[in-house]
């Protein structure tokens, strides 16, 4: 890997002269303090605090109407390896190439990480220290107003003579497929996303499932206010063959009080499972699928997949200050309304669909064009439906708090 790497470098050094080569790194330890993260803790537990680290190499090199990238990464928690112990940890984050058709088309292939609309779908889910990216081709049109942009992926975990079997990677999508198409007017955005993805039946080689979601997005901006709205369909059949009928509604307010105060209102409908109808087979609790979860149900990451809620869906109501320009730091505070969808039965009876409150603060520093902190600390009180799905009985407040440094130098630049 190292004499691949260096390889790459020379090579790029090279054509310099006639290129563009930009090379930069990424150093991003993160200390987290959990006492309640993610589910509830009880008397007897006790809080657990470690470091990790995400560690990137860039190398982006445009050439006439090819433009190029790779990102390799480590990514460790401080101490897991034995001192004098040689382990290997670098992979692939991104390793594409960009061909420019013409001044309005372009085509990426290769292992690629991207984000679409506002992440809620689709994400390279960057608070994860290993990230998200994809092995496909992406087609991109823009023009003026009008954005197009579909991505396709076909996975397939060794090369074979005969067959497409993807029992290797079984909880893996087999295909994807995503489409984005947007239009802006003056204060008016509309648009649509589908996204179909494949997973092949467990214990079969032939038999595959098909989802699909899709639904429009409309966005109004104007002065000092804007307004979202989405709406999501989702159909088909999911990776255990259940027929899938669920959806998902957004809408956010927000408004710029002054130059440095924004507030952001909003409420999130994901739907989910009647429990108490026990004759319905299908699946009704909407999946996010490869978007981002910690950016929006609360930075303690509760509720992040059907599963948090027992399938039962999700409503979640919140309200954000948001203060920037205060010198080098941006300071934040959210509150969340977390509530079930639809009913919940516990030892035969239905129960209250409140689940908790979150509430989050946020500051960010920005020390200089290279480093960056941030600072993070969340607390949730719940109630006793999330006790009976969680499994446990909480005890007090639950207490979450991290702290990052980002340090983003460029080595290299003409």
Not at 11 to 31: S, V
């Amino acid at each position: 890997m190292k004499k691949i790497l260096l390889a790459t470098i020379l090579t790029l050094l090279f054509f310099t002269g006639k290129a563009q080569l930009k090379i930069d790194a990424e150093y991003r330890p993160r200390f987290e303090f959990r006492d309640g993260y993610s589910t509830l803790k009880i008397e007897d537990s006790d809080p657990a605090y470690f470091v990790t680290q995400r560690t990137r190499l860039n190398l982006n090199h445009i050439f006439n109407n090819v433009a190029s990238r790779l990102s390799i990464q480590d990514y460790r928690i401080w101490g897991e390896s034995k001192l004098k112990a040689d382990v290997p940890g670098l992979s692939v984050f991104e390793a594409y190439f960009k061909l420019k058709l013409n001044e309005y088309w372009d085509v990426t292939a290769g292992r690629q990480s991207f984000n679409i609309d506002n992440k809620r779908l689709f994400s390279g889910a960057n608070w994860n220290q290993i990230s998200s990216s994809h092995d496909g081709v992406t087609l991109d049109f823009n023009k003026e107003s009008l954005n197009f942009k579909m991505l396709t992926a076909f996975n397939q975990a060794k090369v074979s003579n005969f067959g497409t079997d993807y029992s290797d990677q079984i909880s893996n999508y087999k295909f994807l497929n995503v489409i984005w198409l947007e239009k802006k007017f003056d204060h008016l955005s509309i648009a649509n996303i589908t996204i179909t993805d494949g997973y092949q039946k467990e214990g079969t080689m032939n038999t595959d499932y098909y989802r699909l979601t899709s639904g429009g997005v409309v966005k109004y901006y104007k002065s000092v206010s804007n307004i979202e709205v989405r709406g999501f369909y989702q159909f088909g059949k999911n990776k255990k063959g259940q027929d899938v009928s669920s959806y998902f509604v957004n809408f956010i307010y927000g408004h710029n009080f002054t130059e440095k105060l924004n507030v952001t209102a909003g409420i999130e409908y994901m739907s989910g499972n009647d429990l108490t109808d026990t004759l319905n087979l299908d699946d009704n609790a909407f999946d996010i699928l490869y978007g981002t979860k910690h950016a929006y149900n609360g930075i303690m990451d509760y509720f992040s997949t059907p599963s948090t809620t027992k399938n039962a869906g999700l409503v979640d109501g919140y309200v954000k200050f948001n203060l920037s320009k205060i010198k080098s730091w941006k300071l934040s505070a959210h509150y969340h309304y977390f509530a079930l969808s639809n009913n919940y039965v516990y030892k035969g009876e239905k129960q209250d669909k409140f689940l908790a409150n979150e509430i989050d603060f946020i500051a960010t520093w920005k020390m200089n064009d290279v480093i960056n902190m941030q600072f993070g600390y969340a607390t949730l009180f719940g109630g006793k439906t999330l006790e009976y799905i969680k499994g446990v009985e909480g005890d007090g407040m639950q207490h979450y708090f991290y702290t990052m440094i980002t340090v983003k130098p460029t080595f290299f630049k003409n």
